[in-house]
């Protein structure tokens, strides 16, 4: 089966650090570009970060970068997010999402996403 | 970083009735553009990239239009299971960046 499945949410403290893993089965994970998207609760959808089919290049939404670094593990078929400085603006559900073929950087395929609180 | 503008914010229609969303880049697409419908609770699924490719598996009643900086989202003939927000996004930039959403009552 096709599918994307994430892990790592949770509740975490303000300033503190969490790491999302995203288990990808049923295509060839190496081929594709992948990418995180979020949605703040009630709010509209948000890229986060992408990651090249290979690893060699990644892109990051302004809100977010120098602080999540995205990474790949091809031969373990999984993406990960490593978020750090977590504020009260990153309480979202993590999405992790397949892109599409070559430069098609659409998402063709999304998990169920995973809840990050952040509070105190 | 690309501005995606969709329009309008909520729409209201009856079953069977023809629903067009827009959506306005800030800068020119060409038509690297897709098309998100995302149900309460769900996420997002895939109904249209390229402008206006239809992705496998969605209803013939979607279509997508448009090049450049302005495109629209047309649903034929609303069906009661259509309600949901839309979302348009931009894969031009490597910063791909999402519209507001259009949430669509029937």
């Known amino acids: 089966e096709v599918q994307l499945l994430e892990s790592g949410g949770g509740l975490v403290q303000p300033g503190g650090s969490l790491r999302l893993s995203c288990a990808a089965s049923g295509f060839t994970f190496v081929d594709y570009a992948m990418s995180w998207a979020r949605q703040a609760p009630g709010k509209g959808l948000e890229w986060v970060s992408a990651?090249?089919?290979?690893?060699?290049?990644?892109f990051y939404a302004d809100s977010v970068k120098g602080r999540f670094t995205i990474s790949r593990d091809n031969s373990e078929n999984i993406v990960f997010l490593h978020m750090t400085g977590l504020t009260a603006g990153d309480t979202a559900v993590y999405y992790c999402?397949?892109?599409?073929?070559?430069?098609?950087?659409?998402?063709?395929?999304w998990g169920r996403g995973t809840l990050v609180t952040v509070s105190s | 970083d690309i501005q995606m503008t969709q329009s309008p914010s909520t729409l209201s229609a009856s079953v069977g009735d023809r629903v067009t969303i827009t959506c306005r880049a800030s800068e020119s697409l060409l038509s690297w553009l897709a098309w998100y419908q995302q149900k309460p609770g769900k996420a997002p699924n895939l109904l249209i990239y390229?402008?206006?490719t239809l992705q496998s598996g969605v209803p013939s009643r979607f279509s997508g239009s448009g090049s450049g900086t302005e495109f629209t989202l047309t649903i034929s003939s609303l069906q009661a299971d259509d309600s949901a927000t839309y979302y348009c996004?931009?894969?031009?930039?490597?910063?791909?960046?999402f519209g507001q959403g259009t949430k669509v009552e029937i």
């Open positions: 390229k402008a206006s």
């Open positions: 996004q931009q894969y031009y930039s490597s910063s791909r960046t």
């Open positions: 990651i090249s089919s290979g690893g060699h290049s990644t």
């Open positions: 999402v397949k892109e599409g073929p070559s430069t098609h950087y659409y998402f063709d395929l």
